[in-house]
Nanobody, 119 residues
Framework: QSHLVESGGGLVQPGGSLRLSCTASGFTLDYYAIGWFRQAPGKEREGVSCVSHSDGSTFYTDSVKGRFTISRDNAKNTVYLQMNSLKPEDTAVYYC????????????WGQGTQVTVSS
């Protein structure tokens, strides 16, 4: 069965770092754009970052620019989200998903990984 699995979440103090992983099982990520999204309690899901499969272009929402970095390792069938200088407002469940490009609809959502930024 094809699915995505997110990992790497946890509890971190403000200013700390985490690296999230999104690994595909049952299919290859080579042909997909991969997006990271997050949803905080009581808020709508928002797009955080995306990496294309065609030319490796990356996109970030304004609130994470300069702090988060998305990358992909096709050999490991994994996309990473390196998160530095974390803030309490980054607290959310983080999800990854696939698309044909970073501007199209996303699908094949993973189960999510919790990120909590708190002192």
């Amino acid at each position: 069965q094809s699915h995505l699995v997110e990992s790497g979440g946890g509890l971190v103090q403000p200013g700390g770092s985490l690296r999230l992983s999104c690994t595909a099982s049952g299919f290859t990520l080579d042909y997909y754009a991969i997006g990271w999204f997050r949803q905080a309690p009581g808020k709508e899901r928002e797009g955080v970052s995306c990496v294309s499969h065609s030319d490796g272009s990356t996109f970030y929402t304004d609130s994470v620019k300069g702090r988060f970095t998305i990358s992909r390792d096709n050999a490991k069938n994994t996309v990473y989200l390196q998160m530095n200088s974390l803030k309490p407002e980054d607290t959310a469940v983080y999800y990854c998903a696939t698309s044909i490009n970073c501007h199209a609809d996303f699908g094949s959502w993973g189960q999510g990984t919790q990120v909590t930024v708190s002192s």
